[in-house]
């Protein structure tokens, strides 16, 4: 799937797409909804569809002191957007320019003459534009008056609660793995790139493979039933993961370490995923490394039993 920049000259096959429009951090259930409206729309008309997000996530830009919080890279969304129809991601390269682009021209100059869009589609919350000034009433307003069809969509309902970034991320820092997954779709998962450690675990008989968090969200520290995937393979693994500073030792170092049951090869440098299944424990610090093994055999126990 081609990815583009909301800077790039758009392609003469691609003017005319209807653009699902919105952060998408995660692609939850109510993302889904939205893109699959544009998907939908445009294949009824003939036409290229497709989704548009933000990179850095506004609120970096306007807040760069918050916690990282993010739920999805752009490559994970990228395939997660492909899998859902769309012919192209275009990525809004969230700045000072677009932050301080009034509503009116982020659409008649952006979204219509640059970009060339035949319909908008976003979710009933969408705003943008200089303050928040535009909303989906602005967007179908002034879309109407230069060929932009707008629609919105309203939200989605599952767990008992309307869904959305916020909940799903106030789920993993509970340790709601399963309520997470259920407004995902999926479970939550960290892509990242196999580093070299100190080999603490090799030394207990649990090698890891240890993976720098960065932007994503930091879910509950603990110790996790997880899946991974090697994406230069395609190899799948069971295992269980710490997430946290490792208390045992100093200095705290932040990490997920996934330990893979049954696998014996040379992970360094591959990039891998990591899915969250279940939550086992908080992370603790033990009297001594022997009742700190003992404790890292129960929960691999208990992973491959749940996995299983």
Known sequence: MMRLSHSDTMPEDLRGAVIALGNFDGF??????????????????????????????????????????????????????????????????????????????????????????????TGEDFTFGKGRGGNTQVLRDIGQSCGVEARAIGPVGAAGQTVSSSRIRDALKAGECDVAAELLTRPFTVRGTVIHGDKRGRELGYPTANIDMESYLRPRFGVYAVRGKVLSTGQELTGAANLGIRPQFDPPKELLEPHFFDFDGDLYGEVIDVSFYHFLRPEAKFDDLDALVAQIDRDCAKARSLLA
Request: no cysteine; aromatic share 8%; net charge negative.
């Open 28 to 121: 939850h259930l109510g993302h889904q909804h939205v893109v699959a409206e544009a998907v939908q729309w445009a294949k009824r008309e003939g036409r290229p569809a497709i989704v548009a997000t933000f990179d850095p996530h506004p609120v970096r830009h306007f807040a760069p002191h918050v916690p990282p919080f993010r739920l999805t890279s752009l490559d994970q969304r990228e395939e997660l957007f492909a899998e859902a129809g769309a012919d192209a991601m275009l990525v809004f390269d969230f700045g000072d320019g677009l932050a301080a682009m009034e509503a009116e021209s982020f659409v008649r100059e952006l979204l219509g003459a640059h970009l060339g869009a035949g319909g908008v589609v």
